[in-house]
């Protein structure tokens, strides 16, 4: 069985962890990888031998984005499992309570950052997208669409991932920054995705 098997497998079972948040940062490493393909093909082909040198810089950049949104997902669900830890703590005293809540306040705002930083990588990534499809090779044009759509699933995922901890975050100062940078985030990569990926019936 291979690393992805079994991680699906994971994924698959009755564990919370891994959940939507660790596998959203697989999606976008997917999206990573194939503006990493297409840049590769695109820079080694003689008919596009102009264009070598852009597409070796979007190569090595499509490789570290890809390694950030692996360096992500432990992150993930290191953050998720404070969660679940926290829910475990005894309340059965006034002071049992207090730090169950106190434990489970700073566990939710972890978990809503975890998500926001893959965001911020998904558009990182449909920017490199953008940048990998103007290298021009209309054979691979259905590869970066590909790369979009996966950008802009993870992306997806990791608002709603953000959003549902901010239900249960009693500070209000935290939740109005962690959703300004998500707006902001989410913001600068829609203009992108609605020019490259129209609604097409």
Known sequence: MNGIDAYLDGLASADPVPGG???ATLVGAMGAALCAMVARITGASPRHADVRAAADALVA????LRGR???ARPLDEDAYGRVVAAGTLPRATDDEKQARTAAMQAALIGAAEAPLAVAGLCAEGVDLAARTGALGNRHLASDVDCALHFLRAALAAS???VRINHRYIKDEAVVRD???RLVAIATRAQETLDQLLPVRP
Do not use: K, T, V
């Open 69 to 71: 949104f692996s360096a």
């Open 21 to 23: 948040g660790s596998a």
């Open 159 to 161: 608002i709603a991932n």
């Open 61 to 64: 950049e499509a490789d570290r």
């Open 178 to 180: 962690q959703e300004d």
